[in-house]
């Protein structure tokens, strides 16, 4: 391979024709003679006569290729210099197309931009009306729950401000009723104290005229037997012992005065109470002729009265004093009592029934006397007459007359949740205590307190029951009043007794018996402490008042 001589180099190369540039061959060192075409190499002298000399080399004066090359090279060069300026004016182009392509995306990126820049501009000015409708709904939204909520608010504030009323109303009431009989033992003591000065501002006289007339004895003579008499006088009245027995009478009255609250038929009352008082007939109410005897109490306003042809029920509003017609004749109510402040239980007799259990006998009613359901419970024996009550826990007590069993059952889904089984037989209506314990008529003239196990606790009797009674108990004092007909006056009359068997009182109540019943109704017991009596003709209602 041809190559330059490195400087230094002993060789002294001869120049060449035409050339002043020394090249020599690689491998001998020599002068480059020859070109061969063959293998495309600069060789030397020696190289062509050993290696190129035969065919298929064929060998090229050097002086000659390059003379021709050069002449080729130059015959190039004016296209050579065409293309420069070609290429200029191509590179000219290209940078006038650069700066329009350039200026021409550019306007395209701005006009992008632009276009999507209104876009955006255009969803935030969208979200903008949204949100503000949104708002604007939200305003109203929270404009009307704000309504709502301040409606619902002043509906609470009237509401308690109409209960609060009803509170400090009854409150007021109740310590009316107590200042009542305050006045009345204020004014009570204040005359025994009057009564007691008078006696002992007497006997001070009295002492007074004995020393005076002891000074003399013309005024002795003369003066004692008056004052003798006087001395005996106030003796014979013995007011020591009367105002010390009406002291003891009026200790023992406010003893038993005391404040009672409790829950009936769904509804809470408080009222004072547990004094033995004396009964005001307050007024009478007159209800229709059908109407044959008094079956319970549904509300304190409400009494349930039953028509004794067809035993239509009704009922009688001792407020309005109107009687209206809620049940047809098809079955007889026995008893009947509030659950709550929306239902009402009715104990029944049904005529034929011989099946295993008593249906149809106990039937849930809604204030309107709709039938809600009927509950039944197992039969024993052959009779279909049922009574029912209410307990403090708002269980029904449901009685077969002439059985052994009470049930207690559950009103929230009708089952029997106990069975009390007691020593005698039920004769007729069973009441129930706020101790637990349960009042049942065991006989004309007999009543048994028996606990939730069965066993006896008090037996309550009168001789003077024993022409039928009836029982009714008070469910806040647990007192009852048993009401029976006096056959020689022809009157009903009511003794009041205590759960204990104690008759506390009698004939607290005394009125007329109608020709029109023979039947003995209870007297029934508001929840407010009323006594509500039916002679047959009407309805009389008693109020208490303190006695002292």
């Not at 190369?13 to 600069?42: N, Q, V």
């Not at 409708?133 to 009237?158: M, Q, S, T, Y």
């Not at 307050?282 to 349930?304: A, F, T, W, Y």
């Not at 109540?509 to 047959?536: A, I, Q």
Request: aromatic residues 6%; negative net charge.
């Amino acid at each position: 391979m041809a190559a330059r001589f490195p400087k230094g180099n002993q060789v002294q190369l001869r120049p060449r024709k035409g050339h002043d540039m020394t090249w020599s061959c690689d491998k001998h060192g020599e002068p480059i003679a020859f070109y061969c075409k063959k293998h495309g190499l600069s060789v030397c002298d020696r190289c062509a006569i050993k290696e190129h000399c035969q065919k298929p080399c064929e060998l090229d004066d050097i002086e000659d290729v390059i003379f021709e090359r050069r002449k080729k090279l130059d015959e190039k060069r004016p296209k050579i210099q065409e293309l420069q300026k070609q290429m200029k004016a191509l590179d000219l182009k290209i940078k006038t197309a650069l700066a329009f392509s350039d200026t021409n995306l550019q306007t395209v990126n701005d006009n992008i931009q632009a276009s999507y820049h209104n876009k955006i501009e255009s969803v935030g000015e969208k979200e903008n009306r949204m949100i503000r409708v949104i708002n604007e709904e939200a305003d109203e939204e929270i404009r009307l729950v704000n309504e709502k909520r301040e409606k619902r608010i002043k509906d609470c504030h009237i509401e308690r401000e109409k209960e609060q009323k009803i509170i400090r109303d009854e409150e007021e009431k109740l310590l009316s009723d107590a200042k009542k009989i305050t006045e009345i033992v204020s004014k009570k003591i204040k005359d025994l104290t009057n009564k007691s000065q008078h006696v002992i501002n007497t006997i001070k006289n009295i002492e007074s005229n004995i020393t005076r007339m002891n000074q003399r004895d013309e005024t002795l003579v003369n003066e004692a037997p008056q004052v003798l008499a006087s001395i005996d006088e106030n003796l014979s009245l013995n007011v020591h012992q009367d105002v010390s027995d009406c002291l003891h009478r009026i200790e023992n009255a406010i003893q038993g005065v005391k404040f009672v609250e409790g829950e009936v038929g769904g509804e809470y009352y408080r009222r004072i109470d547990g004094y033995i008082g004396k009964w005001e007939i307050v007024k009478s109410i007159h209800i229709p002729s059908v109407v044959m005897c008094v079956c319970g109490l549904v509300s304190e306003d409400e009494i349930c009265v039953q028509d004794g042809d067809n035993n239509a029920m009704y009922v009688t509003n001792i407020n309005t004093q109107h009687t209206d017609k809620v049940l047809d004749g098809r079955v007889h109510v026995t008893s009947c009592v509030p659950i709550d402040s929306n239902v009402i239980v009715c104990g029944k007799k049904r005529m034929g029934s011989m099946d295993d259990r008593l249906d149809g006998c106990i039937t849930l009613y809604d204030k309107q006397w709709k039938v809600i359901r009927d509950i039944s419970i197992p039969r024993n024996g052959i009779g279909t007459n049922v009574t029912v009550d209410v307990d403090r826990d708002g269980m029904i007590l449901a009685a077969q007359i002439d059985q052994s069993n009470i049930y207690v059952i559950n009103p929230a889904d009708d089952k029997i949740v106990n069975t009390i089984t007691m020593q005698g037989k039920v004769r007729g209506v069973i009441q129930a205590l706020s101790s637990g314990d349960i009042v049942v008529n065991t006989g004309y003239d007999k009543y048994t307190v028996i606990s939730r196990s069965g066993e006896e606790k008090t037996a309550i009797h009168c001789d003077e029951w024993y022409q039928w009674s009836q029982c009714h108990v008070d469910k806040l004092t647990d007192t009852l009043y048993i009401t029976y007909w006096d056959g020689a006056r022809n009157t009903y009359a009511v003794d009041q007794v205590s759960r204990d068997g104690i008759i506390q009182a009698r004939r607290i109540m005394e009125y007329v018996k109608s020709d029109r019943t023979p039947v003995v109704s209870p007297c029934l017991v508001t929840p407010s402490g009323s006594l509500v009596g039916f002679d047959g003709d009407k309805l009389h209602l008693y109020k208490k008042t303190i006695v002292l």
